[in-house]
């Protein structure tokens, strides 16, 4: 994307700055493509473009008086200038009253009035990522205006405080806040008070300094931040996590309805092979999400080595499992106890090097549908493993070192996956899937 970036703003040195946008047809659309043309001021539009790509010049200001009235326009992007500053002064979009899509972002430095989006009642999308924006363009009121926004990203910014305005009670609308790659350290109590009473399709607030590993001096320190607020997607991947902290903040969040959790490259999580300065989760790290009705969790490209006996149990409404690329080498009797409305389980990418008796013996009352155990190093399986699990269809067996399996009664599978390892043959037992396709 970087090189792409690149050859475009290299390629426009060459063309003149006087360069004519022409709008052509696209599925009935007119768009009107003026991307890495050297302009450095908006040039003349077709009044009756819809779609308008600015992106890749050197625009380093934008006025009330760049834009004339364009009815038509509903997309606009002014992403990655290389002016190296974009200013947006006052009522700059006024004219573009039915512009529904907005990209400023990638300009690295950004300069916003307070009123830039005045007259933009019908954007529902607005990228302001990538423009070292800090904390006031949440508390400043820049939104108020923006009374159909769905989805604002503020990704990749230099944002350490999570706390809107008063005006963000106005954007009752507003169900996708993207907040990747800042400096967020904490959210607690009443920082999101404005949000208060939203549904969020996608909270992200992956790749910051989360951490809650100082205690708190009491239960009131640092309460629920996303009381009255209910969340679809979560996303707290790639934060500085550890078992501890981890617990901690789940424990705040007590109550919140979370529909799908990703806790990606969790940091400190998981003692990994050879280690045993860290932990692995627990019964109790997620017990403060007991009350959440989470359906997904994704905690996948870890270091967690030991699935201990009911980590999972306060999930009985969980219907997929991630566990994918970690360090898994150990599965405790009961690890899956209280999953009982699991479809999809997937352990591919982990150390395991035997599958026993008792390690799916939790599962046997679970719906599941999709078990996947590629990629590891399971060299056995023991006998009445797998039994059971009369709902699995797929089993995914592909890039292991098993040489047979053992016969048993799966009366639903439909495919099974094998092979992966060059040189090598399997013994699948007839018994198990009569009516299956083997791959």
């Known amino acids: 994307m970087l090189l792409w970036s690149l050859l475009l703003l290299l390629g426009a040195a060459a063309n003149a700055a ?5 709008p052509t047809f696209m599925k009935s659309i007119v768009v009107s493509n003026c991307q890495a043309q050297g302009h450095s001021t908006v040039p003349e539009i077709d009044p009756s473009t819809e779609i308008l790509f600015l992106s890749f010049n050197r625009i380093s200001d934008i006025m009330e008086s760049s834009f004339p009235r364009l009815e038509n326009i509903r997309t606009l992007t002014l992403g990655l200038q290389g002016s190296g500053f974009l200013h947006v002064g006052e009522n700059a979009f006024r004219n573009l009253h039915n512009l529904t899509f907005l990209d400023l972002g990638g300009n690295k430095k950004i300069s916003l009035h307070l009123d830039s989006f005045s007259g933009l009642r019908k954007l529902e999308v607005l990228l302001l990522d990538s423009n070292g924006i800090n904390d006031t363009i949440l508390e400043r009121g820049y939104f108020r205006h923006l009374v159909s926004l769905k989805k604002l990203d503020l990704s990749a910014n230099q944002i350490k405080r999570l706390r809107p305005d008063p005006t963000f009670q106005n954007l009752k609308m507003l169900s996708s806040l993207h907040l990747k790659l800042n400096k967020i350290e904490l959210v607690c109590g009443e920082d999101l008070q404005n949000l208060h009473g939203h549904h969020l399709s996608l909270l992200d607030l992956s790749s910051n300094r989360l951490s809650y590993r100082e ?60 280690f045993s300065n860290l932990q692995d989760i627990g019964a109790t790290t997620f017990s403060g999400l007991n009350e959440s009705n989470i359906f997904s969790l994704d905690i996948s490209h870890g270091s967690l080595f030991e699935l201990n006996d009911y980590v999972f149990f306060v999930f009985p409404q969980l219907n997929v499992l991630n566990l994918a690329f970690n360090k898994i080498n150990k599965v405790s009797h009961h690890a899956f106890a209280g999953l009982q409305s699991l479809v999809m389980l997937n352990l591919s990418h982990n150390l395991l090097g035997e599958i026993y008796s008792d390690s799916f013996e939790s599962l046997r009352s679970s719906p599941i549908r999709y078990l996947s155990l590629k990629s590891n190093h399971i060299g056995a399986i023991q006998y009445g493993a797998l039994s059971g699990l009369d709902s699995i269809q797929t089993l995914d067996l592909r890039d292991n070192s098993l040489l047979q399996i053992p016969p048993t009664q799966l009366p639903n599978l439909k495919q099974v996956l094998l092979g992966g390892k060059p040189h090598q043959e399997h013994y699948w037992h007839p018994d198990i899937c009569r009516q299956c396709n083997t791959y």
């Open 18 to 22: 006087t360069q004519n946008c022409h």
């Open 215 to 274: 205690p708190w001096e009491n239960e009131y320190t640092c309460s629920n931040p996303f009381y009255n607020i209910t969340i679809e997607t979560l996303d707290i991947s790639s934060n500085p996590w550890n078992v501890e902290s981890a617990e901690r903040f789940f424990t705040t969040v007590l109550g919140t309805q979370i529909w799908h959790l990703k806790m990606q490259y969790p940091g400190g999580i998981g003692r990994s092979f050879g």
